[in-house]
């Protein structure tokens, strides 16, 4: 049983910084990959940065590539994501995905909000 859980979010104005986390675990579990989608009212889901696990590469979506970074921590399965030059578009609920040697990102935590006022 894997269990993925978000947390980090909050209000922030633009201009501002925010960090979030996301932590899977399990029993013998190894990801594949773990990665941050976002959905905002109304929109459909969006990706926003993912992270091989066992290469460490990492990608990001156009629309946060410069601001955005993502990390881990490889022993805890642990990815962070550290956002910056935050913007009123970036508002949405962030949810941490992990995929496994299925490579389809079949978990998911609660997600978790991120308010950016303008």
């Known amino acids: 049983q894997v269990q993925v859980a978000e947390s980090g979010g909050g209000l922030v104005q633009a201009g501002g910084s925010l960090s979030l986390s996301c932590a899977a675990s399990?029993?013998?579990?190894?990801?594949?990959?773990m990665a941050w989608f976002r959905q905002a009212a109304g929109n459909e889901r969006e990706f926003v940065a993912a992270?091989?696990?066992?290469?460490?590469?990492?990608f990001y979506g156009d629309s946060v590539k410069g601001r955005f970074t993502i990390s881990r921590d490889y022993a805890k399965k642990t990815v962070y994501l550290q956002m910056n030059s935050l913007q009123s578009e970036d508002t949405a609920v962030y949810y941490c995905?992990?995929?496994?040697?299925?490579?389809?990102?079949?978990?998911w935590g609660q997600g978790t909000q991120v308010s950016v006022s303008s």
């Open positions: 995905a992990v995929a496994d040697r299925s490579e389809a990102y079949d978990y």
């Open positions: 399990g029993p013998s579990f190894s990801p594949y990959a």
């Open positions: 992270l091989s696990w066992n290469t460490g590469n990492k």
